[in-house]
T-cell receptor, first 115, second 117 residues
């Protein structure tokens, strides 16, 4: 079945450091890929998405490129802020024929940014 | 718009008790979902609905039942709670099925933290 593997955390960075959170996937067909963010005590919010190979999703300074050849969707940000402290989830959606109306999530990576 | 709301926010149950979690959305979305979030496990789909009056099983449906009598509401029931159901429960909704090529967005509620003693 479909699966998402993302780097385990927690990740602790200093403010203005460069961020990379790795995400790789296994899926049949042609999935869409997502990054969701969960701030403390809140639900998940869509951060960015890409629906086909070589697409780049971007939002709030975060970027991720859909790499079909390496089955990856790594999240990057050039300069993190304290307000970026949250848990980040990589996810995919793919049609597997019989009504796969669901997202498959990675386990999440907790990011802490210190001043 | 309130988006997706969930009630209650917190609940403590004893083993064997029953309860219902309510999810409501005001975006006129067709699709609604219930997930559970456990430490180190990410989110796992319990049940979902592709429209009023319909429900379907997700990845971890055992011990739960759902109903979608109105388009805007999606109820999750625990008939006989067990400690293994201690978790944070999230409801989500979307306008289109999250199928490949569509990449539609799921909107999440704030969650319900349930503890079963």
């Amino acid at each position: 079945g479909d699966s998402v593997t993302q780097m385990e955390g927690p990740v602790t960075l200093s403010e203005e450091a460069f961020l990379t959170i790795n995400c790789t996937y296994t899926a049949t067909g042609y999935p869409s890929l997502f990054w969701y963010v969960q701030y403390p005590g809140e639900g998940l919010q869509l951060l960015l998405k890409a629906t086909k190979a070589d697409d780049k999703g971007s939002n709030k300074g975060f970027e991720a490129t859909y790499r079909k050849e390496t089955t990856s969707f790594h999240l990057e940000k050039g300069s993190v802020q304290v307000s970026d402290s949250a848990v980040y989830f990589c996810a995919l959606s793919a049609s597997s024929g019989a009504g796969s109306y669901q997202l498959t999530f990675g386990k999440g990576t907790k990011l802490s940014v210190i001043p | 718009n309130a988006g997706v709301t969930q009630t209650p926010k917190f609940r403590v149950l004893k083993t064997g008790q029953s309860m219902t979690l309510l999810c409501a959305q005001d975006m006129n979305h067709e699709y609604m979902y219930w997930y559970r979030q456990d430490p180190g496990m990410g989110l796992r789909l319990i049940h979902y609905s592709v429209g009023e009056g319909t429900t379907a099983k997700g990845e971890v449906p055992d011990g739960y039942n759902v109903s979608r009598l109105k388009k805007q509401n999606f109820l999750l029931g625990l008939e006989s709670a067990a400690p293994s159901q201690t978790s944070v429960y999230f409801c989500a909704s979307s306008e289109l099925a999250t199928l490949a090529g569509l990449g539609d967005t799921q909107y999440f509620g704030p969650g319900t933290r349930l503890t079963v003693l």
